[in-house]
């Protein structure tokens, strides 16, 4: 078959499995309200948790270094487009993470590639939670490392790997909070696995970084876990710190390593500086203005309460991601259209995204919204 046929054969059977896919173009964001396709919308399919993507310090921190520094940076980070606003966040992420050194790159994806295809090779073993975000799974096997995938939070089997795994490299890579099902790995068990296995662990806290632990630093901070359990630890900057990019944060020789050897990383434009300073805004809203993390908890609280009492078919999750499953990609469809005719935004989410068969909604909720909205 030649491209165009097999192209559109594959269109076919999207069609017919319902999982075609559509932008929706938002033309304005207005906090909690969004104009998607000339239609005003209740957001609940944001990942800006704290409401930080449109903070006004942290806008206004984002114009500042456009006038500072201008917008693109012109240069790799080694070559000619380190700036200090760089300098100054990753100094500043690893104080307020309890890590030794960070390097920030230009998104979760080419974090989480970058570090795995650095660190693992053909020899090393890579254990993973099988609800991992694409991209650990994605660099894992862009190393050619053996992949080996354990049951969903199931710590038995995540054990067997370990003893399994031969070789002298083994990695053990978590969500810490799962983004379609919102609960969160058992951290602590991953880190005395790997302990007791000499492995590295990793944990992406995409989800988990503005939103659980008493002070929002994420699932670290919840689970009593620091820097020496978890010696790489990836903060994509896209969702709570409502920016661009992604912070990786380990020990000084690990990213000297990284930043000296890692192909994303050595031949990828840096991300724009006003970007980095905005970053650095967010985690400082993060470190001093606990009211939004405040409100996002208890906006969460407010939703498992009125969601219990309304017998919603919720999963088990204390995070901001609150999914109702629903089971076919038709019937998902069908209810986001219901729900966006009454003026809400709430995504069905399909396969590949999801195991098939287990289509849903995912609710997103941020401190942005209003009990009222809510209920
Ligand atoms: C969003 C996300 C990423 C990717 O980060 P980007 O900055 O959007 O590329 C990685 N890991 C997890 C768990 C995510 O949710």
């Known amino acids: 078959m030649n491209l165009i046929d097999s192209i559109r054969a594959s269109a076919i059977q999207r069609d017919q499995l319902q999982l075609r896919r559509h932008r929706r173009i938002q033309q304005q964001r207005d906090g909690a309200y969004a104009v998607v396709d000339g239609q005003r919308l209740l957001n609940f399919s944001s990942n800006d948790y704290l409401g930080f993507a449109q903070h006004p310090a942290v806008k206004a921190a984002f114009i500042k270094g456009i006038e500072r520094y201008g917008v693109g940076s012109a240069g790799s980070a080694l070559v000619s487009g380190y700036f200090s606003a760089h300098a100054d966040l990753e100094r500043q992420a690893a104080a307020l993470f309890g890590y030794d050194?960070?390097?920030?790159?230009?998104?979760?994806?080419?974090?989480?590639?970058?570090?795995?295809?650095?660190?693992?090779?053909?020899?090393?073993?890579?254990?993973?939670?099988?609800?991992?975000?694409?991209?650990?799974?994605?660099?894992?096997?862009?190393?050619?490392?053996?992949?080996?995938?354990?049951?969903?939070?199931?710590?038995?089997?995540?054990?067997?790997?370990?003893?399994?795994?031969?070789?002298?490299?083994?990695?053990?890579?978590?969500?810490?909070?799962?983004?379609?099902?919102?609960?969160?790995?058992?951290?602590?068990?991953?880190?005395?696995?790997?302990?007791?296995?000499?492995?590295?662990?990793?944990?992406?806290?995409?989800?988990?970084?503005?939103?659980?632990?008493?002070?929002?630093?994420?699932?670290?901070?919840?689970?009593?876990?620091?820097?020496?359990?978890?010696?790489?630890?990836?903060?994509?900057?896209?969702?709570?710190?409502?920016?661009?990019?992604?912070?990786?944060?380990?020990?000084?020789?690990?990213?000297?390593?990284?930043?000296?050897?890692?192909?994303?990383?050595?031949?990828?434009?840096?991300?724009?500086?006003?970007?980095?300073?905005?970053?650095?805004?967010?985690?400082?809203?993060?470190?001093?203005?606990?009211?939004?993390?405040?409100?996002?908890?208890?906006?969460?609280?407010?939703?498992?309460?009125?969601?219990?009492?309304?017998?919603?078919?919720?999963?088990?999750?204390s995070s901001a991601i609150q999914p109702i499953m629903v089971g076919s990609n038709a019937h998902a469809l069908q209810l986001s259209e219901i729900l966006r005719t009454r003026g809400f935004w709430l995504s069905a989410i399909r396969p590949p995204t999801v195991p098939a068969g287990k289509a849903r909604l995912r609710i997103t909720l941020t401190a942005l919204h209003t009990p009222h909205q809510i209920e």
């Open 101 to 317: 050194a960070c390097l920030y790159v230009g998104s979760g994806y080419l974090a989480n590639i970058g570090v795995l295809q650095t660190l693992l090779d053909e020899k090393s073993v890579c254990v993973q939670d099988k609800l991992n975000h694409a991209c650990l799974i994605d660099g894992a096997r862009f190393a050619g490392s053996t992949l080996m995938r354990f049951a969903h939070a199931d710590m038995q089997h995540a054990e067997r790997l370990c003893s399994q795994a031969a070789g002298d490299n083994l990695f053990i890579v978590s969500d810490g909070v799962f983004s379609m099902d919102g609960d969160s790995a058992d951290i602590r068990a991953l880190a005395s696995l790997a302990k007791q296995h000499a492995a590295t662990l990793m944990i992406d806290d995409a989800h988990g970084v503005g939103v659980l632990g008493a002070t929002g630093l994420g699932s670290l901070q919840a689970s009593g876990l620091c820097a020496s359990d978890v010696p790489l630890l990836i903060i994509p900057a896209g969702k709570a710190l409502g920016g661009h990019g992604a912070l990786i944060l380990s020990n000084s020789e690990i990213i000297q390593h990284l930043l000296e050897t890692a192909r994303p990383y050595l031949f990828s434009t840096a991300p724009a500086p006003a970007m980095a300073a905005s970053v650095s805004e967010a985690l400082n809203l993060l470190a001093h203005a606990p009211e939004y993390h405040q409100q996002l908890q208890s906006n969460i609280a407010t939703f498992k309460q009125l969601a219990q009492q309304a017998a919603l078919p919720v999963m088990p999750s």
